[in-house]
């Protein structure tokens, strides 16, 4: 399984954008990148993925780079609301192909007034 | 949206009860799992299901079991509840298990202690 890495901690300023790195150097060709996010005590709550190709949508940009070993999920307008922790997954082709997702420590932004 | 309910968002249950954690989804999603998560932990696979009936053990099934009757029902089941099986128990489903269509909604998370 690709493993990823984040940067443990950022802080954003409210109202600003808000760029999220992460590392995944051995991703594989047909594996995608998954964001999610955590609010404190509630369930991880899905953002976006992306396979190749810079994705959009109504919460959030991906830009993967041409390599794939690297990608940035970029908030355009940061709130207090989106003060979470931020996981960057590859998914897990076991083979079984469970598709479980593995949450590694993730980054914890933290959106300040 | 999609939305994913689970029947509980704290539980207290006693050490030997048998518990029941049900999630619901409204999407007609083919698979649905069910994860714990622990502070160091992680997120880690319990079962899963990719049909009704179908189930299939994740990493960790000692001490639970699962039921699909309907395509949008799955539930948990600790037949014995045990002080280590204190945790948060999240329920997710998605399309498909893999590829384009494999991202996983979850539903609010279960916190169960048991004493």
């Known amino acids: 399984d690709a493993k990823t890495t984040q940067p443990t901690s950022m802080d954003c300023a409210e109202g600003r954008a808000a760029n999220l790195p992460c590392n995944h150097s051995?991703?594989?060709?047909?594996?995608?990148v998954y964001w999610y996010r955590q609010i404190h005590s509630q369930g991880p709550q899905y953002i976006i993925h992306?396979?190749?190709n810079n994705e959009t949508n109504e919460m959030a940009s991906l830009i993967i780079t041409e390599d794939r070993k690297s990608s940035t999920l970029i908030l355009p307008h940061a709130t207090l609301r989106d003060t979470a922790v931020y996981y960057c997954?590859?998914?897990?082709?076991?083979?079984?192909?469970?598709?479980?997702?593995?949450f590694g420590q993730g980054t914890t932004l933290q959106v300040k007034p | 949206d999609v939305k994913v309910t689970q029947s509980s968002r704290y539980l207290v249950k006693r050490t030997g009860e048998k518990v029941f954690l049900e999630c619901v989804q409204d999407?007609?999603?083919?698979?649905m799992f069910w994860y714990r998560q622990d502070p160091g932990l992680g997120l880690r696979l319990i079962y899963f299901?990719?049909?009704?009936?179908?189930?299939e053990k994740g990493d960790i099934p000692e001490g639970y079991s699962v039921s699909r009757e309907k395509k949008e029902r799955f539930s948990l089941i600790l037949e014995s509840a045990s002080t280590n099986q204190t945790s948060m128990y999240l329920c997710?489903?998605?399309?498909?298990?893999?590829?384009?269509?494999?991202?996983?909604?979850f539903g609010p998370g279960t916190r169960l202690t048991v004493l």
């Open positions: 997954i590859v998914r897990a082709y076991g083979s079984s192909n469970t598709g479980k997702l593995i």
């Open positions: 051995t991703i594989s060709g047909n594996e995608y």
């Open positions: 997710a489903s998605s399309l498909t298990a893999s590829g384009s269509r494999g991202e996983q909604f």
């Open positions: 999407m007609d999603h083919e698979n």
């Open positions: 992306g396979l190749k």
């Open positions: 299901s990719y049909d009704v009936k179908m189930k």
